[in-house]
């Protein structure tokens, strides 16, 4: 029986790494919360401590007491779970199982991936006016003073001059970086990372179907993110991953589970820009 040739941990780790292969939002994510997770409900405690205190020190001149850091905690949880469920027919499959379930976890992980880069742009509701920046009918010309106004923001929200900053806009606002030829790229643009552009000003730019828009009088409202990686913490787990014969089918059908949760844990790390697109 081909059901023999199934192990759950092995394509339960071919599904994750083709998954960090799809990813964009999720790939520009704090990953080091992710703990045990079990189930839809699970939380993941992220614990940070108060700012360390620096003082003038005198040479031969008793310090003062040291200063208590006190922690605080805050909680993801981990509630969305999304699930696949495929099976390929014995006489389609014929000798090519293997090849056959490999491309269908490729298409599954590319289906979740979807998903979870969804949910991360829908989290823009959570972020305040104060870190909100509009940009009405974007053209080139205004790319590098957008850029600019939402660093300088970082900047003063003391977010460090050498920190990577991730830009994630759009198609239709990927054009109009490009159109101001600005972005520097590699040598091999194949070498760059998925979904990747380029960079400018220390933005590393990329581009995604899946970033969230609404409509308003007309024109389409982007709900673009400049951040730094640590801005959004993100946890999964593939929960379950089995193999199974159909009761009324000759084929071999493969189920799984994926739960995931994130949380914006530094909000004064990330910039939502409302972009509407001009015609230049």
């Known amino acids: 029986m081909s059901l023999n040739y199934f192990i759950p941990?092995?394509?339960?780790?071919t599904l994750y790494r083709a998954l960090d292969k799809e990813y964009v939002a999720v790939k520009n994510c704090t990953r080091q919360f992710e703990g045990d997770i079990r189930n839809v409900g699970d939380t993941v405690k992220i614990v940070g401590i108060s700012p360390v205190t620096v003082f003038d020190y005198t040479k031969n001149t008793d310090m003062l007491p040291p200063t208590v850091l006190s922690d605080n905690e805050r909680l993801l949880t981990v509630d969305r779970a999304k699930a696949f469920n495929f099976a390929v027919d014995d006489i389609d499959r014929a000798q090519a199982l293997p090849a056959l379930m490999k491309e269908a976890m490729r298409l599954a992980a590319s289906a979740l991936a979807d998903e979870a880069d969804k949910y991360i742009f829908s989290l823009y509701t959570g972020i305040g006016s104060s870190n909100t920046q509009t940009v009405s009918g974007l053209t080139s010309a205004g790319v590098v003073d957008m850029l600019l106004t939402a660093r300088q923001k970082l900047l003063e929200q003391n977010v460090p001059g050498n920190e990577e900053i991730i830009l994630e806009v759009p198609p239709a606002v990927a054009s109009k970086i490009i159109k101001a030829k600005i972005v520097t790229d590699t040598n091999n643009s194949a070498a760059l990372d998925k979904g990747c552009i380029g960079s400018f000003l220390g933005f590393k730019i990329f581009v995604s179907n899946n970033v969230a828009n609404e409509r308003s009088g007309g024109d389409t409202i982007y709900k673009c993110y400049a951040r730094t990686k640590r801005a959004i913490a993100f946890a999964e787990q593939?929960?379950?991953?089995?193999?199974?014969?159909p009761e009324l089918r000759f084929a071999d059908a493969v189920k799984g589970l994926h739960l995931y949760g994130a949380k914006i844990v530094y909000p004064q790390e990330i910039i939502l820009l409302n972009i509407s697109v001009g015609a230049e």
């Open 238 to 245: 593939i929960n379950e991953v089995e193999a199974y014969r």
């Open 9 to 13: 941990t092995v394509w339960s780790e």
